[in-house]
Every structure is written in structure tokens, then in C-alpha cells.
């Protein structure tokens, strides 16, 4: 399991992926409290494969992650992290300083639609996938893992971005959209 702490004013923190559980995890604690004022196992989904429900949570704190950290976190679901540990330390002295730069480097929301769409070019991108799959075989061979695990990655950013802009995961109500799910030779990084 990979275990992210820091500080957040009067706030402990503690998040990561859970290898074993194939989950993200979030424990808050009140520095005046002895039990954890939030825990994920208290949670009908404790351990989601994305991490922003607990966004959501840290928000309702008035918490907000860095960047860097919702990027660190990504890269351990990618690549199963375990037995990894990272303070962070005093991330609110951190938020702070980096806001004005940041907000200058953000994209907003509704440019994820740029040209024929988010959803669209998800969907093309998985067409693709089949296609290359169909005629070669190659995803499903040795040479191809490889390649497969770079595909599969692909798709999961596209995902990621797809449930920043639609709040639902692609892989939502399939039956009812014109977005064809994962396809099944890729499915590793889930």
C-alpha cells in the first residue's frame, strides 16, 4: 500500500492505494480528537479505484490537494505501488504559496471538449484498440503486453479526464451512451 501523510492547518492526513484491496484509502484526523473524525471503511465503497470521492471529502474540510499529490496518487493506482511512504508535511503553507501560480496553468473544465469531444475521441481511441486487435492479434500475444499495458494506461487517463468532465466513470451506464466500454484485452490497469 502506498501512504501519503501531511498536514492540513489542524488536520492529519493520511491517503493512498491499497494494493491488495485494488482501492484508494483517506483517514482524517483532528489533531485535538483521539479517534479519526473521517474514515473511509465507515464509507458503502471503501476503497473506490478513483480517488475523487475523497476529494470531495477533503473539500468539505476545506482541504485541497496539490497537483503534484492528485498526480503521485494516480501513479500508484498505474503501478500497484506498494510499501511506499511520502510526508508531505504542512500542505496548507503549500496550497497557499502555489495558488496565484496555478491558476494561471489551469484548464478549465468545459476546454476538455476541444474539437469532436472528450467522449468522442475516447470511444475513437477504443475503436482503434479493437481494430488493431481484430486484424493483428497482437495485444493478445506475448510481443504485445507490453504494448497493451501502455494502452490500457492511455485509456485510463482518458477515463480520468472523462469523469473530471462528465462526473460519472466511462465505464457508467454503458448501455445508454454511444461510448463503447474498455476493451477487454486492456483491462489490467483497472
Known amino acids: 500500500m502506498s501512504q501519503h501523510t501531511f498536514e492540513y492547518g489542524q488536520y492529519a ?5 491499497d494494493r ?26 471503501p476503497h473506490p479505484n478513483v480517488f475523487d470521492p475523497f476529494e470531495a471529502v477533503l473539500k468539505r474540510f476545506g482541504i485541497v490537494l496539490p497537483d503534484d499529490m492528485l498526480s503521485a496518487l494516480y501513479m500508484d493506482k498505474i503501478k500497484n505501488i506498494g510499501n511506499s511512504v511520502t510526508n508531505w508535511g504542512d500542505i496548507e503553507a503549500l496550497h497557499n504559496s502555489t495558488t496565484q501560480q496555478s491558476q494561471s496553468k489551469m484548464i478549465s473544465i468545459h476546454k476538455l471538449d476541444i ?15 479493437e481494430t488493431i486487435e481484430k486484424h493483428t492479434g497482437y495485444f493478445s500475444t506475448e510481443q504485445g503486453q507490453f ?3 501502455h494502452a490500457a494506461t492511455l485509456d485510463d487517463y482518458l ?3 472523462y469523469a473530471l468532465k462528465c462526473e460519472k ?5 454503458v448501455k445508454y ?7 477487454p484485452f486492456i ?3 483497472e
Not at 13 to 17: P, V
Not at 20 to 45: A, C, H, T
Not at 177 to 183: G, H, I, V
Request: some cysteine; hydrophobic content about 30%.
Open 159 to 161: 477515463s480520468h479526464l
Open 187 to 189: 483491462k489490467s490497469n
Open 177 to 183: 451512451t454511444d461510448l463503447r466500454p474498455k476493451p
Open 169 to 173: 466513470s466511462p465505464n457508467d451506464n
Open 20 to 45: 491488495p484491496l485494488q482501492g484508494y484509502f483517506l483517514v482524517i484526523e483532528d489533531k485535538d480528537q483521539d479517534d479519526p473524525i473521517y474514515s473511509n471503511l465507515d464509507e458503502p465503497n
Open 147 to 149: 504494448s497493451a499495458m
Open 13 to 17: 492526513i493520511l491517503c493512498g492505494w
Open 115 to 129: 474539437d469532436r469531444g472528450l467522449a468522442k475521441q475516447l470511444d475513437e481511441y477504443r475503436e482503434l484498440l
